[in-house]
């Protein structure tokens, strides 16, 4: 199972919007909705802040929003702010009935 | 309160074992499903098993017939044991509870435990 590929960076002023992109195949992010993405803090643990392609769980602030076309799912942060400097990674469902994880993005605030 | 701690991790050379704990606070492990999930220095997030809250149990094809995934319900802990140790095992490993049953979406980690493979 190839992990769904994810930019390997992607930056933006404080404010701005960003799109992080997880193109996988028919095998996973194309044929099921159980998409989740997790943000990670360097030396700390993954945290989920999107699940089920757009759902988020509570306390994750609605800045981050997910959706999904095809085999491409995407999570976007609107107003960016310097906390959410991080990776990020998205995770798919796959037809092996275990999941795997994308590439991983590293979010720059400049 | 509701958390994960591993416990386990350390030097080992290769083809060695190896077994990590998971120790649950706050929920029932065995009615969830409980994951590992390892990262290897500077890289990104790979899972490694889950065991379903039926005692069903599934692996990365990376760790098939090397790793056994166990619980005991009268601790309250998760297990990951680890044979025949190779240089690339090395890794951050975590432990991670789905409690959408199946759905693998991770919401609880522990802070996880450093294994390192090496001679």
């Known amino acids: 199972q190839s992990a769904p590929t994810q930019p390997a960076s992607v930056s933006g002023s404080p404010g701005q919007s960003i799109t992080i992109s997880c193109t996988g195949t028919?095998?996973?992010?194309?044929?099921?909705?159980?998409v989740s993405w997790y943000q990670q803090h360097p030396g700390k643990a993954p945290n989920l802040i999107i699940y089920?392609?757009?759902s988020r769980p509570s306390g994750v602030p609605d800045r981050f929003s997910g959706s999904k076309s095809g085999n491409t799912a995407s999570l976007t942060i609107s107003g960016l702010q310097s906390e959410d400097e991080a990776d990020y990674y998205c995770?798919?469902?796959?037809?092996?009935?275990?999941?795997?994880f994308g590439t991983g993005t590293k979010v720059s605030v400049l | 309160e509701v958390q994960l701690e591993e416990s386990g991790g350390g030097l080992i050379q290769p083809g060695g074992s190896l077994r990590l704990s998971c120790a649950a606070s706050?929920?029932?492990?065995?009615?969830?499903?409980m994951n590992w999930v390892r990262q290897a220095p500077g890289k990104g997030l790979e899972w490694v098993s889950v065991?379903?809250?039926?005692?069903?149990?599934y692996y990365a094809d990376s760790v098939k017939g090397r790793f056994a995934i166990s619980r005991d319900n009268s601790k309250n802990t998760l297990y990951l044991q680890m044979n025949s140790l190779r240089a690339e095992d090395t890794a951050v490993y975590y432990c991670?509870?789905?409690?959408?049953?199946?759905?693998?979406?991770?919401?609880?980690w522990g802070r996880g435990t450093l294994v390192t493979v090496s001679s």
């Open positions: 995770s798919s469902y796959t037809s092996t009935s275990t999941p795997v």
């Open positions: 991670a509870r789905d409690q959408w049953l199946g759905s693998y979406y991770f919401d609880l």
């Open positions: 028919s095998s996973d992010v194309g044929s099921y909705n159980y």
């Open positions: 065991i379903f809250s039926s005692g069903s149990t």
């Open positions: 706050g929920f029932t492990v065995s009615s969830k499903y």
């Open positions: 089920g392609v757009s």
